[in-house]
């Protein structure tokens, strides 16, 4: 059993920054991938960025790339996202995900003003 609880998200202007975390339980994380994917009011949920369980190696979809960092802390099994820049198409609910298994949280909803 897998448990995700994402927070940080909030409102702010554009060309702010958040820190949105996510905390798993259930098993250990190290050696396993985790992803970041948010969904927009009336979209599909989409890919974001993913980071490898060493943390060595990441990879953002295009729209975020220079904006955007992903980080995690194996210790406190705990995944981030820096988000720099923010716009206002950033807005969307945010999710965390652990490869190879279906569980999602609830999320955590950003909302960035023009």
């Known amino acids: 059993q897998v448990r995700l609880v994402e927070s940080g998200g909030g409102l702010v202007q554009a060309g702010g920054s958040l820190r949105l975390s996510c905390a798993a339980s259930?098993?250990?994380?190290?050696?396993?991938?985790m992803a970041w994917f948010r969904q927009a009011p009336g979209k599909e949920r989409e890919f974001v960025t993913t980071?490898?369980?060493?943390?060595?190696?990441?990879r953002y979809t295009d729209s975020v790339k220079g904006r955007f960092t992903i980080s995690r802390d194996n210790a406190k099994n705990t995944l981030y996202l820096q988000m720099n820049n923010l716009q206002p198409e950033d807005t969307a609910l945010y999710y965390c995900?652990?490869?190879?298994?279906?569980?999602w949280g609830q999320g955590t909803q950003v909302t960035v003003s023009s």
């Open positions: 995900k652990v490869q190879g298994f279906a569980s």
């Open positions: 259930g098993r250990t994380f190290s050696n396993t991938a």
């Open positions: 980071i490898s369980g060493s943390g060595m190696t990441t």
